[in-house]
């Protein structure tokens, strides 16, 4: 037989104690659905060939890969972000190519690459209703190690929560 829980009178709860809230952003407000990387990894290639950076799809595929292997361990290791743009541009030069991550054809070709993820973003049920009901009481804070700033603000615009939060930090600023 399930034991009963017991209720605490009311003056037990410290709820008005509570200034702000912390949140994470993907997994835990948001998942994406039927996302293919394999799609967006050959659109960020024809983008960039498209922006003179002429290669073929294995040999660039191959440097993005040591790229992103090589700045996944320093985030886990170091606890450092290196954006996208870091990874496309040193798998860029190792192809031959003289570039940064400043480049402006980097970004552009980034912000393709990243579409199809944020049409697959959808909000976990009742996110929406948490993020009122914390607004309500008190400040709201997003927090996200996702290396490409700009995808978050798309999706917080495109799933209408981004007027909820009274601050957003990412480890792409931040390292």
């Known amino acids: ?30 998942n994406a659905r039927k996302y293919s990387l394999e799609s967006s ?14 290669t073929r799809l294995d040999a660039f595929l191959t440097e993005y890969n040591k790229a992103h292997e090589k700045y996944r361990a320093i985030r886990y290791k170091k606890l450092r972000e290196v954006t996208n743009a870091v990874w496309v541009s040193e798998a860029l030069n ?8 400043k480049d402006l054809r980097i970004k552009a070709a980034l912000n393709v690459f990243f579409q199809d993820y944020v049409d697959t973003l959808e909000l976990r049920p009742y996110a929406k209703t948490l993020l009122r009901n ?3 009481n008190c400040k709201l804070g997003l927090i996200s190690n996702f290396t490409y700033t700009p995808v978050i603000y798309a999706s917080l615009r495109k799933l ?16």
């Open 1 to 30: 037989m399930p034991r009963k829980l017991r209720r605490l009178p009311e003056e037990n709860y410290a709820l008005t104690e509570i200034k702000a809230v912390i949140t994470d952003y993907i997994g835990t407000l948001t």
């Open 41 to 54: 990894r050959s659109k960020l290639h024809r983008i960039l060939t498209e922006a003179g950076f002429e």
């Open 94 to 101: 190792a192809l031959g190519y003289e570039t940064n991550a």
């Open 134 to 136: 914390i607004v309500k």
């Open 160 to 175: 209408g929560i981004n007027q909820f939060f009274n601050a957003i930090i990412f480890s792409e600023d931040t390292g």
